[in-house]
Structures are given as structure tokens and as C-alpha cells.
């Protein structure tokens, strides 16, 4: 009888200390749980799209540097994103946009007349001197006046199409827009005035002051493959032009200068031409006359050139 006692409160004991032990790891399970809970819900995530723009310097924006996740400004064909923008406080025009309002600071109308002198260094006592008739971008007429050794040879030209007269030959010989009108300026530097239509615009870099635009030709035939253009915020006014071959070699630097009212506005009146390899060759344009004036299309006629 004792001994089945002994083994009656032995069992009770047993059962009494077992049942704290096993409340106290369930609660250490919970508890456990819910911390792990608390960590995961309180962990911050990340916006990638409010990142400022890496290597941007304060007042001056290249294009190329932009954070990865952070649209840019502008696409690779010179278009503003229409996604993504940067506030629109910072934001500006479009290259193509930019490229349009500088043709419209060096040339008045769609069609326009121009006297032009050209002296080139080494021979400021014979300029050369041509009366300018341009139609659109695809029709220009060119009477040489001075020296008058060189009177009579006129060009004409036809889009990407030129011809030049002999006067001694008495005939029209073709020639290209990049061939050299007199010292380092070409025909094309006098006969086709505008940048738009011709080139696809990319901006490469903006400043407080100006945006530097790289130009691609979209046809053959031009004056000029490529062309890096540095224009002013201030009235759109071009300022430098690198003028390029088709692997990207420089080949002569334009300054546009002399901002004077010409027809009706202020425009570069003077456009000097470095050769780049040696800046002693240099050309001055310089227009003395400029005055919208509408011509018949029949005046672009290679019937003309002997006139």
C-alpha cells in the first residue's frame, strides 16, 4: 500500500513540473514569431526613380550621365522621352526643335536674297563678292561678281545637286557642295543655309548658356557628314560649328559673328572658317545685303548660269 502511494505522488510531481515547461517554449515560439513579423514589415524599400542623376554638376547637364532607372531628357534620336521627364522646371526644347529655331536666326524666310563678300587671309585686297538667291533649301543660284577674272561663274544649285559655269568652256561642269567655293569656304557654306531637314539632332551637352548639338546627315551628297554645333540659349543664336568628315575627322571650324539686323532681326552677319589642321588658312564671309524675296521657281534653271 505505501509503495503504490509513493508511486501515486511521484506521477502527480512528474505532471506538475512537465506542464510549465511546456507552456514556457510555446510562448518562446510565439514570441519569436513575432518579432520576425515586426522586422519584415518594418524593413524600408527603396525608390529607385527619386535618385538624383549621377555626375550632374550644378548648372551644367550632360546628357549621357543619367542614372540607371532615370529616363533621360532626350532619346538617342534628339526626341524629349515622353515618359520619365526631368521636373519640368530643368526641362527645355527638343534638339530637332533647337536645331529649327538657329536655322531660323541665319535665315529670314523660305526665300531670301543675300549679297556676299569673302576675304581670305593672305588676300584681303581680292574678295571674292556673289549675289545669293535661295529658294527653300533645295534651290540656290549664285552670280560671282568679283574678282572679275571669275565673273560669269555661276553655280546653281538643285537639292544635293550642284553645277558650275565656264565662262572660257561656255558650259555647266558639276561639281559637289563641299568642294571649295574660294579659300576655306565651300559652295555649300553660301548655297545651303540650313541645318534642319538635312540632319538628325542629338544634344550632347547643356550649360546655363548654350546646348551642344551633334548633327548626322540623313542623305548624301551634303556639304558636310557630321557636325557638332554649339548654340546660344539666348535667342537660339548659333555660335561655333566643327564641321566633320563621314569617320568624325575634323576639318574646319566655323565662328559665327557680327550679330547685326538683317532682314528684320538679329543674325551672324560674318561666318569665319578655320581650316583645322592650320588656323593661318582662313576664310571671312561676310553678308552685306539680306532681304526676303520671293522667286520664281523657273529663275533655278541651269539656262540661267550664262546670264
Do not use: C
Given at each position: 500500500m505505501l509503495k503504490l502511494i509513493k508511486t501515486f505522488l511521484f506521477l502527480g510531481l512528474l505532471t506538475f513540473l512537465s506542464g510549465p515547461l511546456l507552456s514556457q517554449d510555446e510562448g518562446s515560439e510565439t514570441s519569436t514569431g513575432s518579432v520576425k513579423e515586426e522586422k519584415t514589415a518594418e524593413a524600408p524599400?527603396?525608390?529607385?526613380?527619386?535618385?538624383?542623376p549621377e555626375g550632374e554638376v550644378e548648372g551644367e547637364t550632360s546628357v549621357a550621365s543619367k542614372d540607371v532607372g532615370t529616363p533621360p531628357v532626350v532619346s538617342e534620336d534628339g526626341n524629349e522621352v515622353a515618359e520619365g521627364r526631368m521636373p519640368a522646371s530643368v526641362e527645355g526644347p527638343s534638339a530637332e526643335d533647337i536645331l529649327k529655331r538657329a536655322d531660323e536666326?541665319?535665315?529670314?524666310?523660305?526665300?531670301?536674297?543675300?549679297?556676299?563678300?569673302?576675304?581670305?587671309?593672305?588676300?584681303?585686297?581680292?574678295?571674292?563678292?556673289?549675289?545669293?538667291?535661295?529658294?527653300?533649301?533645295?534651290?540656290?543660284?549664285?552670280?560671282?561678281?568679283?574678282?572679275?577674272?571669275?565673273?560669269?561663274?555661276?553655280?546653281?544649285?538643285?537639292?544635293?545637286?550642284?553645277?558650275?559655269?565656264?565662262?572660257?568652256?561656255?558650259?555647266?561642269?558639276?561639281?559637289?557642295?563641299?568642294?571649295?567655293?574660294?579659300?576655306?569656304?565651300?559652295?555649300?557654306?553660301?548655297?545651303?543655309?540650313?541645318?534642319?531637314?538635312?540632319?538628325?539632332?542629338?544634344?550632347?551637352?547643356?550649360?546655363?548658356?548654350?546646348?551642344?548639338?551633334?548633327?548626322?546627315?540623313?542623305?548624301?551628297?551634303?556639304?558636310?557628314?557630321?557636325?557638332?554645333?554649339?548654340?546660344?540659349?539666348?535667342?537660339?543664336?548659333?555660335?561655333?560649328?566643327?564641321?566633320?568628315?563621314?569617320?568624325?575627322?575634323?576639318?574646319?571650324k566655323i565662328y559665327y559673328q557680327g550679330y547685326k539686323k538683317l532682314a528684320g532681326r538679329l543674325r551672324p552677319s560674318q561666318m569665319n572658317i578655320v581650316d583645322a589642321i592650320n588656323d593661318n588658312k582662313k576664310s571671312l564671309i561676310e553678308i552685306e545685303e539680306m532681304e526676303a524675296r520671293d522667286f520664281q521657281t523657273a529663275l533655278f534653271n541651269k539656262r540661267n548660269l550664262a546670264e
Amino acid at each position: 500500500m505505501l509503495k503504490l502511494i509513493k508511486t501515486f505522488l511521484f506521477l502527480g510531481l512528474l505532471t506538475f513540473l512537465s506542464g510549465p515547461l511546456l507552456s514556457q517554449d510555446e510562448g518562446s515560439e510565439t514570441s519569436t514569431g513575432s518579432v520576425k513579423e515586426e522586422k519584415t514589415a518594418e524593413a524600408p524599400t527603396e525608390d529607385v526613380s527619386e535618385k538624383a542623376p549621377e555626375g550632374e554638376v550644378e548648372g551644367e547637364t550632360s546628357v549621357a550621365s543619367k542614372d540607371v532607372g532615370t529616363p533621360p531628357v532626350v532619346s538617342e534620336d534628339g526626341n524629349e522621352v515622353a515618359e520619365g521627364r526631368m521636373p519640368a522646371s530643368v526641362e527645355g526644347p527638343s534638339a530637332e526643335d533647337i536645331l529649327k529655331r538657329a536655322d531660323e536666326v541665319r535665315n529670314p524666310s523660305e526665300s531670301f536674297f543675300m549679297k556676299v563678300k569673302v576675304t581670305n587671309k593672305g588676300e584681303e585686297e581680292k574678295p571674292s563678292q556673289f549675289n545669293v538667291s535661295i529658294k527653300g533649301n533645295n534651290r540656290t543660284l549664285i552670280k560671282t561678281l568679283l574678282p572679275k577674272r571669275d565673273r560669269g561663274r555661276n553655280l546653281l544649285m538643285l537639292d544635293e545637286n550642284m553645277w558650275v559655269f565656264i565662262p572660257n568652256l561656255k558650259r555647266s561642269v558639276r561639281v559637289g557642295l563641299s568642294q571649295k567655293l574660294t579659300g576655306q569656304a565651300a559652295n555649300g557654306d553660301i548655297s545651303r543655309m540650313r541645318w534642319s531637314g538635312d540632319y538628325t539632332a542629338k544634344l550632347l551637352k547643356e550649360t546655363k548658356k548654350s546646348w551642344l548639338l551633334h548633327l548626322q546627315a540623313k542623305k548624301k551628297g551634303l556639304t558636310y557628314e557630321q557636325l557638332k554645333v554649339l548654340i546660344s540659349k539666348k535667342g537660339f543664336r548659333p555660335r561655333q560649328a566643327h564641321l566633320m568628315s563621314v569617320s568624325g575627322k575634323l576639318l574646319k571650324k566655323i565662328y559665327y559673328q557680327g550679330y547685326k539686323k538683317l532682314a528684320g532681326r538679329l543674325r551672324p552677319s560674318q561666318m569665319n572658317i578655320v581650316d583645322a589642321i592650320n588656323d593661318n588658312k582662313k576664310s571671312l564671309i561676310e553678308i552685306e545685303e539680306m532681304e526676303a524675296r520671293d522667286f520664281q521657281t523657273a529663275l533655278f534653271n541651269k539656262r540661267n548660269l550664262a546670264e
